[in-house]
């Protein structure tokens, strides 16, 4: 449970960063660049120190299946940024969730009890409740652009969730520095590929910030796998998601002064609720 309590601290300090990185005027792709060359750099660095590195084949496909994931779901997620804003796109990312609790189910065999169910059901009631108000922001003109890159998301970092799954599973826990490094190496290339399009110049803010992101992203990614050694990822995930939210919203509510809605307490309210179902044994 240690495990999975850090990487629900380091997922929201990754957050908070980011907002950090917005309200500086960053550029998203630069920031996500740096972030990934960083991330996927340290995993190298200290896979190699551990115990040097081993790119196996099955290690090799599961990181390269994460990778290519992430890659495509960072393409959507520019595009559905552009077309209707962050909180939409949050929104979309915490759903992604439940594309590894499905996996876990159909590819794995894990079958939650019925006290995990009602919180697996209320965790995706969590994210109706607080999605964004109708046409917040939204582009009128999105149309089908707009569904596909929304449905790319939830697939594209669903299915990195899933490797995630995969890597113990597989037995690749003792090369997770490996299948790290792929996972964020390879949407490395996509995100550098998009801020070179933008042709914006690099700022030091823009390389402090990163540099801080990937840092932090690596050990969320590196302590999620190690929870999900002892936990099952039908837990593991509503959990992650759920209390990530709940500590986000309470950290934005302190740090950045954001104003809680009643939606907003609402959906805190039916996390919570949840969150205990979930770890009721």
């Known amino acids: 449970m240690l495990w999975l309590i850090l990487a629900i601290l380091l ?21 996500a660049a740096v972030n990934y060359l960083i991330a996927s750099g340290l995993a190298v660095l200290v896979g190699q120190i551990v115990h040097g590195l081993n790119y196996d084949r099955t290690v090799l496909l599961v990181g390269l ?19 209707a804003g962050i909180a939409v796109t949050g929104t979309l990312m915490r759903i992604s969730t439940m594309v590894g609790v499905l996996g876990a ?8 009890d019925a006290a995990q169910w009602v919180g697996i059901v209320l965790t995706v009631a969590t994210f109706f409740v ?10 009128d003109k999105g149309g089908w652009a707009l569904a596909i890159n929304m449905a790319l998301v939830i697939l594209g970092n669903g299915t990195g969730f899933l490797a995630w799954k995969m890597v113990p599973e ?34 030091r803010a823009t390389l402090v910030i990163g540099a801080i992101l990937g840092t932090v992203n690596v050990c ?17 995930f509503p959990i992650y998601s759920c209390g990530g939210l709940i500590l986000n919203a309470t950290v934005a509510a302190a740090l950045w002064r954001e104003r809680m809605s009643k939606r907003t307490i609402a959906g805190i309210a039916i996390a ?7 770890n009721l044994r």
């Open 105 to 112: 189910i159909l590819f794995f065999h894990e079958m939650p």
């Open 11 to 31: 997922s929201t300090a990754f957050g908070q960063v980011m907002k950090w990185a917005v309200a500086r005027g960053c550029s998203t792709p630069q920031v």
């Open 130 to 139: 607080l999605r964004p108000a109708k046409g917040a922001h939204i582009h």
């Open 65 to 83: 299946l994460g990778g290519v994931s992430y890659a495509v779901a960072v393409v959507a997620i520019f595009n559905v940024i552009r077309l």
């Open 170 to 203: 597989f037995g690749c826990d003792a090369q997770r520095f490996e299948f790290v490094s792929l996972l964020f190496g390879i949407p490395m290339l996509t995100c550098a590929a998009e801020a070179g399009l933008r042709r914006h110049g690099l700022t």
């Open 220 to 236: 969320s990614v590196s302590c999620s796998l190690l929870a999900l050694l002892t936990i099952p990822a039908v837990v593991f």
């Open 272 to 278: 919570a609720v949840a969150l205990m179902l979930m």
